[in-house]
C-alpha cells in the first residue's frame, strides 16, 4: 500500500467535468428505457389489488389467446427458489401463490407491443382469498397481528451496546426523553427503469439502469438456481437512483418471461410503478433517553428504533452509524427492531438510517442542550467522535476482526475512528455562518415580523465509507496496444460522477492524462466484483481497489521498460504525461505508446498488461466515516405554517477531495434531497389498503429550484484518510442526514415547538395548536 | 389516422398518426429524439420539455396533432456532440447536472428564458426552472450554468 502523504497531486483535486458530460447536455446519454433489442417482446406485470391474499386459482387462456400475445407468466412458472437482493432489501421468491402489497406482482404478458401486453393484463382472472393485513410497524410487532411473511413479522432486533445505560442514568445529571416518527420517503426517481432480458442457450443476458451490476448477476443466478458465468448484467446509467435501481423483483420477472418465451423482453416501468411497486425509504419510529452532566457531556444514550420493512423487505437494521458519531459517551444503547408490513417493500434509501435515526439522536442532543441552555454548537463541539476514538457500530460477523500482522504498519486499529475533520467542520461552519452573531438562544428567533419569524439551526451527520458485506470490491486495469487504458470497475453510473473521480485516481496514479482513460463500469462479462455505488462505497473501496490495480499496472510498465529499454532499475523509473523516465536521467525515456505497440523480443507479442489490485482493504466499517455538519436560516409563517429556507452552508468531511464540483453537487443534492425530506416529501398510504394514494409528482412534492437558497455554500473539511485513495472518504450520504436535524431545530428557534418530519405547514400549524 | 406535418430540428416531417397520439411518444419512438426524456407523462416533472415555434412546452402534455405545421427544437437540435451549443458547454463547466435525466429538458427552458430574458437575475432562473425535477438536487449548479450561459452568449452576441 502507498502512503497517502507523499505528493502533491496533478488531476486528484482538480474539478475535471465528468466524462459522461458531451452525453448528458446533448440527451445522447441511453438509460436502460432507451435501449432495445430488435427481436424484443414487450411485457406487463399484473399487480395486486390487495395487501394480503392467497391466490386461490389464476386463469390465463384469455389473456393467451388475444392475438399479438406471446405468452404468460405466473406463479406456476416461477422456481421454488427465494432471491435475495443486497443488505436484504428483498428476500422471497420471484412468484408465490402469495401476495403481500397492494402493487405486488402476480403475473406477467409478454406481447408484440406495450398497449397488447397491457390489454392481456385485464383477460387474467384471479380468485383470490384475502388475508388479513397489517400496516403499522408497531402493530405488526404485537402478538396476534397477521403475519406478512413465513419467517414471521419480526426480524431479530440488532443491539449496538457499550458501558451500562444503568450506570449512565445514575451518572447524570439531567435525563431527557423523546420519540419521533417518520414518514417513507419515495426515491422519486424521475428517470424510470427498464429490464431486457434475453436468453441463449442457458444463458441469459439483461440489460438494465443498475447501481450494482455484480450483485445484480449473483441475484439472477440465486434466483434461476444457475452458475453465476451463465448471468451477464450489463448496467447501463441509470437517473438519479439514490438505493431503487440496485435488483429489483422486477428484473427477476422479465428474465423469468424471457425464458418461458424464449425471446427478449423489455419490462418497462411506468412513474406510476416506479413509485409504489419497486421500494421506498422505511416507515421509521423512535423513542429513547438521553442523559448528560452539568458540564454537557453525554453519559448516555439508549434508544429503540422500529423500521418497517413492507412486503420483501428483510433487513434486520438500518447501519446505525450514527451511535458512532456520539459513541465518545461511556454508555450507550441502540436497539433497531425491523419488521414486515403489508406495505410497499422497503429498503435502503440514501443515508439509511443515519437520516431517520441520526434526526432522532440529534432531537435528543438538542432537548439535552436545551435543558443545559447550552449552544448546540459548543454542546457538539464537546461530545463529537474524535480521531482515536472506540468505534461501537461492529459489523456483522466483524467482532473479532483483526488487523493481518504483516500490514500492521499502515493499517487501521480496528474499531479506532482513523480520520475526523468534523471539529474542523463546525469550527469553520459556524464561522463562516456567522453562527455566533446569529444564534439568539434556544426557542429564541433572530427576528419578529408580522407573522414570520427568522432563525437558525445546525445539524451534524455521518455515515459508512462502504460496507464489506459479502466482500471487498475490485478493479481491473487494462493498458492497450497505443498506451490508452480501460479501467473496469463493477459500479454502474447513478450521476454522482464516480467514472470520472475513478479516472482521476487512476490519471494520478499511473502518470497518464485522464483523456487516456475510459472506464467500464456496467459490464459484468469485463469487469470484476463490486458493491457497486452504495453505502457511500465507490470512492473509498472501488477507489482503493482502482489505486492498486493502477499501481500492480504500472509496476509492470515500469518492469518491461526497465528489462527491455532503459536497462535501469525500474524503481529509478517512473511515469509523467505518459512518458516513461530515468528520474536521474530524464532525457532517457520511452512513451507508454511506443512501449505498448513494440513485439517483447522474448515473446514476439506487444506486452499484455492487466492490472489488479495486491492488497485488499481492511474492513472499512472498522475505522472510516465521513462527516457533514449543517448550517441553516429559515424563515417560517406562523399563520399559514409556511416554512422556507433562505441561507444554507453545508461543511463536508469526505477527506481528500477528487473532484470539488462533483463533490459540491453530491453534497448540496444530498442536503436538498434532506430538506425535501425534512419538509414536503411523504408517501400517503391508504388506511384500508396500504395502496400508495400519491405515486407521482403531481401528489408527491418535492423541492424545486425556487425552494432551496440559490447560493448555498460549501465548505469541504478535508481529514487525511490513511488508508483512502489520497485520503478521500466516502460522501454522498451523511450531507443528507444533516438536513433534518438542522431545519428542525431551526424551526424549534423559531416558534418554540419541536415538529415531526416533514414539517408541513399543516404539521406547523397543529404544533402551533391553530388548527 | 391523420396525416400530420412538422418541422423537427429543421427537417420537414410527414407522420400519419392516430388521433390521441402524444407528441413526445412521436419524437421519441418514431424519431428516435431519445433526448426528448418521458417520465412523469402528466407534465409535472418538466424532464420532456422542447420548444415549439419557440416556446417552451411539455411535450407529453401535447397531442402530436396539435404540433401540425410547427416549429419543434429538441436537445438534439440545440447542439451536437462535437459542435456543442454554448448552453451545453457553460452547463459542462459548471458541473450543472449529475444524472443528466432532466438536463435536456432544462437546457431548453434555459434557451428560451435567455433568449426572451438575457438578462435574467438568479431568482428569476429559479423561478423560471420551477417546472423542472432534478431528483439529484444539482440546482445550485444548474443556476450558475444558466448565469454561465447567459455571459457566453452575450460574448458571442458582441463578437
Redesign the interface.
Known amino acids: 500500500m502507498e502512503s497517502n502523504k507523499s505528493k502533491s497531486f496533478s488531476i486528484v483535486g482538480k474539478p475535471v467535468p465528468i466524462k459522461d458530460a458531451k452525453e448528458k447536455v446533448t440527451g445522447s446519454i441511453k438509460y436502460a428505457i432507451d435501449f432495445a433489442l430488435p427481436d424484443m417482446v414487450f411485457g406487463k406485470i399484473l399487480r395486486s389489488p390487495h395487501p394480503h391474499a392467497r391466490i386461490k386459482s389464476i386463469d390465463i387462456t384469455r389473456a393467451k389467446a388475444l392475438p399479438g400475445v406471446i405468452g404468460v407468466v405466473t406463479y406456476k412458472d416461477a422456481p421454488d427458489l427465494n432471491w435475495e437482493s443486497c443488505w436484504f432489501n428483498y428476500r422471497g421468491h420471484i412468484l408465490d401463490n402469495r401476495v403481500r402489497f397492494v402493487g405486488d406482482e402476480v403475473a406477467a404478458v409478454g406481447a408484440i407491443n406495450e398497449d397488447l401486453a397491457e390489454q392481456a393484463l385485464k383477460l387474467i382472472k384471479v380468485d383470490y382469498e384475502k388475508l388479513p393485513a397489517v400496516f403499522d410497524p408497531e402493530e405488526a410487532l404485537k402478538t396476534g397481528a397477521p403475519q406478512v411473511r413465513v419467517e414471521g413479522n419480526a426480524r431479530e432486533p440488532r443491539v449496538t451496546t457499550w458501558g451500562d445505560v444503568t450506570k449512565g442514568y445514575k451518572e447524570s445529571d439531567i435525563v431527557v426523553q423523546s420519540s419521533m416518527a417518520f414518514e417513507s420517503q419515495q426515491y422519486a426517481p424521475i428517470g424510470r427503469n427498464a429490464c431486457i432480458a434475453e436468453w441463449a442457450g442457458d444463458k441469459v443476458t439483461m440489460w438494465t439502469s443498475t447501481q450494482t451490476p455484480s450483485e445484480a448477476r449473483s441475484a439472477v443466478a440465486q434466483a434461476f438456481g444457475i452458475q453465476i458465468n451463465k448471468v451477464r448484467v450489463i448496467g447501463l446509467p441509470s437517473g438519479c437512483s439514490m438505493g431503487i435501481w440496485w435488483i429489483n423483483n422486477f428484473h427477476m420477472m422479465t428474465v423469468l418471461l424471457a425464458k418461458k418465451i424464449c425471446r427478449p423482453v423489455k419490462i418497462e416501468l411506468t412513474q406510476e410503478e416506479s413509485f409504489a411497486a419497486v421500494k421506498r425509504r422505511h416507515l421509521e419510529r423512535s423513542r429513547g433517553q438521553i442523559g448528560c452532566k452539568k458540564d454537557g457531556s453525554i453519559m448516555f444514550l439508549d434508544i429503540k428504533h422500529i423500521i418497517d420493512n413492507g412486503g420483501y423487505g428483510f433487513k434486520p437494521d438500518v447501519g446505525q452509524l450514527i451511535c458512532d458519531l456520539w459513541g465518545r459517551c461511556p454508555h450507550g444503547r441502540f436497539i433497531v427492531q425491523a419488521v414486515s408490513t403489508n406495505l410497499l417493500t422497503a429498503g435502503c434509501m440514501r443515508g439509511v438510517g443515519d437520516v431517520t435515526l441520526g434526526a432522532f439522536t440529534e432531537r435528543l442532543l438538542d432537548k439535552a442542550a436545551v435543558k443545559l441552555n447550552t449552544d448546540p454548537l459548543e454542546f457538539r463541539l464537546k461530545n463529537h467522535i474524535r480521531v482515536g476514538d472506540p468505534l461501537r457500530k461492529v459489523g456483522k460477523g466483524l467482532a473479532n476482526y483483526k488487523t493481518p500482522p504483516d500490514l500492521k504498519d499502515n493499517w487501521p486499529a480496528p474499531y479506532i475512528l482513523s480520520s475526523e475533520a468534523i471539529h474542523e467542520c463546525l469550527i469553520k461552519g459556524a464561522k463562516r455562518f456567522g453562527w455566533k452573531e446569529k444564534w439568539q438562544g434556544w426557542g429564541k428567533p433572530l427576528s419578529v415580523e408580522g407573522p414570520k419569524r427568522r432563525a437558525v439551526g445546525m445539524g451534524s451527520g455521518t455515515h459508512c465509507c462502504g460496507v464489506e458485506m459479502e466482500g471487498n470490491t475490485s478493479a481491473i486495469v487494462r493498458v492497450h496496444m497505443d498506451g490508452s487504458v480501460t479501467l473496469c470497475c463493477s459500479m454502474g453510473r447513478h450521476g454522482q460522477g464516480s467514472e470520472t473521480t475513478q479516472a482521476q485516481i487512476l490519471s494520478e496514479t499511473i502518470g497518464i492524462s485522464i483523456d487516456q482513460i475510459d472506464v467500464e463500469a456496467g459490464d459484468t462479462q469485463v469487469s470484476p466484483w463490486s458493491h457497486g455505488s452504495i453505502a457511500s462505497n465507490t470512492t473509498f473501496r472501488t477507489g482503493f481497489a482502482t489505486r492498486e490495480a493502477g499501481l500492480d499496472a504500472k509496476r509492470q510498465i515500469l518492469e518491461i521498460a526497465a528489462r527491455h529499454y532503459l536497462k535501469e532499475d525500474p524503481g529509478q523509473l517512473d511515469i509523467k504525461d505518459s512518458v516513461i523516465y530515468n528520474q536521474d536521467d530524464p532525457g532517457q525515456s520511452i512513451h507508454l505508446k511506443e512501449l505498448m505497440s513494440r513485439l517483447l523480443p522474448d515473446a514476439l507479442t506487444p506486452p499484455g498488461i492487466i492490472g489488479r489490485p495486491t492488497v485488499q482493504m481492511p474492513p472499512s466499517t472498522t475505522f472510516s466515516r465521513q462527516f457533514a455538519v449543517q448550517f441553516v436560516e429559515i424563515e417560517v409563517d406562523i399563520e399559514t405554517g409556511q416554512l422556507k429556507l433562505l441561507d444554507y452552508l453545508a461543511a463536508q468531511d469526505s477527506g481528500k477531495v477528487i473532484n470539488p464540483k462533483s463533490l459540491e453537487n453530491q453534497v448540496i443534492g444530498g442536503a436538498i434531497i434532506g430538506s425535501g425530506f425534512a419538509m414536503v416529501e411523504s408517501l400517503v398510504f391508504d388506511k384500508q389498503t396500504g395502496r400508495i394514494l400519491n405515486p407521482n409528482f403531481l401528489d408527491y412534492k418535492v423541492l424545486r429550484a425556487p425552494d432551496f437558497p440559490i447560493q448555498p455554500e460549501v465548505i469541504f473539511c478535508e481529514s487525511h484518510d490513511p488508508v483512502g485513495p489520497y485520503g478521500a472518504k466516502g460522501a454522498g450520504e451523511s450531507p443528507m442526514a444533516a438536513a433534518i436535524p438542522a431545519i428542525a431545530q431551526a424551526l424549534y428557534n423559531a416558534i418554540g415547538v419541536w415538529v415531526d418530519v416533514p414539517m408541513t405547514p399543516e404539521k406547523i400549524l397543529k404544533a402551533l395548536d391553530k388548527i | 389516422m391523420i396525416n400530420i406535418k412538422l418541422n423537427i430540428n429543421g427537417i420537414v416531417c410527414e407522420f400519419e398518426i392516430e388521433p390521441h397520439e402524444i407528441l413526445s411518444d412521436l419524437l421519441q419512438k418514431k424519431m428516435g429524439?431519445?433526448?426528448?426524456?418521458t417520465?412523469?407523462?402528466?407534465g409535472?416533472?418538466g424532464?420532456c420539455t422542447i420548444l415549439m415555434d419557440g416556446k417552451p412546452v411539455v411535450a407529453c402534455m401535447i397531442l402530436a396533432m396539435q404540433a401540425e405545421g410547427k416549429e419543434i427544437l429538441?436537445?438534439?437540435g440545440?447542439?451536437?456532440?462535437d459542435n456543442?451549443h454554448p448552453i451545453?458547454e457553460a452547463?459542462?463547466?459548471?458541473?450543472g447536472?449529475?444524472?443528466?435525466?432532466?438536463?435536456?429538458g432544462v437546457?431548453m427552458s434555459t434557451k428560451n428564458l435567455l433568449e426572451t430574458k438575457p438578462d435574467a437575475s438568479?431568482?428569476q432562473?429559479?423561478?423560471s426552472?420551477?417546472g423542472?425535477?432534478?431528483?439529484?438536487?444539482?440546482?445550485?449548479?444548474?443556476?450558475k450554468s444558466v448565469q454561465k450561459a447567459a455571459q457566453k452568449l452575450e460574448e458571442n452576441h458582441g463578437e
Open positions: 429524439l431519445i433526448g426528448v426524456r417520465s412523469c407523462s402528466k409535472e416533472c424532464a429538441t436537445i438534439e440545440v447542439g451536437t456532440y456543442l451545453q452547463f459542462i463547466e459548471e458541473h447536472f449529475q444524472c443528466g435525466f432532466c438536463t435536456p437546457i438568479s431568482s432562473i429559479a423561478m426552472l420551477s423542472h425535477i432534478c431528483r439529484c438536487g444539482a440546482y445550485p449548479k444548474i443556476i
